[in-house]
């Protein structure tokens, strides 16, 4: 148990429709991550936030947002969803965040949310 | 572009032997490198990292090697056992973004 976790397990939903996936990171930690994983590709970066704040931006498509409140929880929206928005997304927590010469922080992940859209 | 690339998508090994996954990267910045073990389904799982300043970090069975000026890191896994099966991803920190490779398959044979 990596200590993050993530609402719902499963979610099926229809095309056009919005979703909202929610992530708790592991206690302390202060960055939050959220990735796609699409049928068994390689992981897809989307967006990070650090205390509350939009830090780095990855593949993310105009119709997702996100944000991490107060409480340092995170959550990702989905909107006009289409087929291929169909995929596990995961949100992964650090304690903190990378500097810009590029040294990292051990990310830990939550056991994802498997999205199908219909 | 690929910044980290994991050439080989699978890998078959006996149980007991070692298990050598190997992970390339382009970009010199890069000065911090991580493995992640991944089930399906599953969240990956934090094995092991190391800095660029190290060439060589253990821990228990999976050692990972460093050799900045060829660019390359590898993950020794000694001895395989049947619950190393799963997909392994190299991965490295550049800027606030960490960037994955493409995942190797491992497959441990009794």
């Known amino acids: 148990d990596s200590g993050v976790t993530q609402t719902p397990k499963h979610l099926i939903t229809a095309t056009g429709q919005r979703v909202t996936l929610r992530c708790s990171p592991r206690s302390g930690d202060l960055s939050v991550y959220w990735y796609q994983q699409s049928l068994d590709q390689g992981l897809q970066f989307l967006i990070q936030?650090?205390?509350?704040?939009?830090?780095a931006k990855g593949n993310i498509l105009e119709r997702f947002s996100a944000q991490q409140f107060p409480d340092l929880h995170s959550e990702l929206n989905l909107s006009s969803l289409e087929l291929g928005d169909s995929a596990l997304y995961f949100c992964?927590?650090?304690?903190?965040?990378?500097?810009?010469?590029?040294?990292?922080?051990?990310?830990?992940f939550g056991p994802g949310t498997r999205l199908t859209v219909l | 572009d690929q910044q980290v690339k994991q050439n080989s998508p699978s890998l078959s090994v006996q149980e007991g032997r070692i298990s050598i996954l190997n992970c390339d990267y382009t970009?010199?910045?890069?000065?911090?490198f991580l493995w992640y073990k991944k089930y399906p389904a599953e969240g990956p799982t934090f094995l092991i990292s190391?800095?660029?300043i190290k060439d060589k970090n253990e821990d228990g069975r999976f050692t990972v090697f460093l050799n900045k000026s060829a660019k390359h890191l590898s993950l020794h896994i000694v001895p395989s056992q049947p619950g190393d099966s799963a997909v392994y991803f190299c991965a490295a920190y550049s800027n606030y973004q960490l960037i994955w490779g493409a995942g190797t398959k491992l497959i441990i044979k009794p």
């Open positions: 936030y650090y205390n509350g704040e939009e830090r």
């Open positions: 970009n010199s910045m890069f000065d911090y």
């Open positions: 190391i800095s660029s």
């Open positions: 992964a927590s650090s304690a903190r965040t990378s500097g810009e010469g590029g040294s990292g922080d051990t990310q830990y």
